[in-house]
């Protein structure tokens, strides 16, 4: 049986282990910044709160903590305001804005942001891997709802 979850992250004494979430399926552009997406992001599953600091733990150092992020309301209506995420606490704002549909704002104050589509967690393999190869490219010129509109054309769900 293969797994992706990191098991016995801590044992205590009385035997209780931990798990940490399995690394995010993620990729992003080498140049933020010039297509409309600066990459996708896949999620195992719709809770945010065990999702969230995976994602921004492996967002690049060099690119600044990931202090707040927007994500879709329809995508994440149960949402917390806020997910604790290894030495701080990101703030989670809420936009029902139709450009922002299937997408995932990371801000990093000063340093900068990143949009990301949001695969979601259900759809088929093989056209979550065009989504997020397609997303990653500095030339797409695809907003996230067309990419999706064309996944689904393509593979169903």
């Known amino acids: 049986m293969v797994t992706n979850a990191r098991p016995l992250e801590n044992v205590s004494p009385a035997g209780t282990r931990t798990y940490r979430m399995p690394l995010p399926r993620l990729t992003l552009t080498s140049d933020a910044g010039r297509g409309l997406l600066d990459g996708a992001w896949w999620p195992r599953c719709d ?26 309301t329809a995508a994440w209506p149960d949402a917390p ?32 942001r990143r949009e990301l589509l949001v695969v979601p967690p259900g759809q088929p393999a093989d056209a979550a891997r065009w989504l997020l190869s397609t997303a990653a490219d500095p030339w797409n010129a695809l907003a996230a709802t067309h990419m999706l509109a064309l996944a689904e054309a393509r593979w169903g769900r």
């Open 47 to 72: 809770a945010l709160e065990l999702e969230l600091p995976a994602l921004v733990g492996a967002v690049d150092p060099g690119f600044g903590t990931v202090a707040r992020v927007t994500v879709d």
């Open 81 to 112: 305001r806020t997910v604790p995420a290894p030495g701080h606490v990101i703030e989670v704002s809420l936009s029902a804005v139709d450009i922002e549909a299937h997408t995932i704002t990371l801000d990093c104050g000063f340093v900068g």
